[in-house]
């Protein structure tokens, strides 16, 4: 039983961290993409002067999305640079920021953004909201 926690569990943070780390940078990816487009949908539908409450909801209800996703990525990513900064003395996880200093404070940098992000795109939203509640009234 002791060997089930010491000799796989290197291997499974290893794989927590890598798995984190694809789904922080593909989530990050995908609102990034997602605001492009978003912004060239707003700006040419301003332009027209056609800008009808059905695109406003569907803005709101995919800005939500997003913040939910940057969110979650986030809490994923933060989550594992915690676990190297700390370490998990119950699974025998050691810290590794200690060795690898540069590696953690980029990934500190990244989750500092990402959260700052989460905000802003939060703030987005709520103007998204709001504008399509002056539209509909």
Same mark, same amino acid.
């Given at each position: ?52 409450? +059905? ?35 119950? +699974? %025998? ?11 953690? %404070? ?30 509909? %009234?």
């Amino acid at each position: 039983m002791n060997c089930l926690f010491t000799c796989g569990s290197s291997w499974n943070f290893e794989t927590k961290v890598v798995e984190s780390q694809k789904y922080f940078v593909v989530a990050l990816s995908v609102a990034c993409f997602y605001s492009i487009v978003s912004t060239f949908v707003t700006v040419s539908a301003f332009k027209k002067h056609s800008c009808s409450a +059905v695109l406003l909801l569907n803005l709101a209800i995919m800005d939500a999305v997003m913040v939910g996703i940057v969110a979650s990525a986030t809490g994923a990513g933060g989550g594992v640079a915690y676990l190297g900064l700390k370490g998990n003395k119950e +699974v %025998r996880w050691d810290k590794i920021c200690h060795i690898y200093d540069k590696f953690c %404070r980029h990934v500190g940098g990244a989750i500092a953004v990402s959260l700052f992000a989460s905000v802003v795109l939060l703030l987005l939203s709520i103007i998204s909201v709001l504008s399509l509640y002056k539209k509909i %009234r």
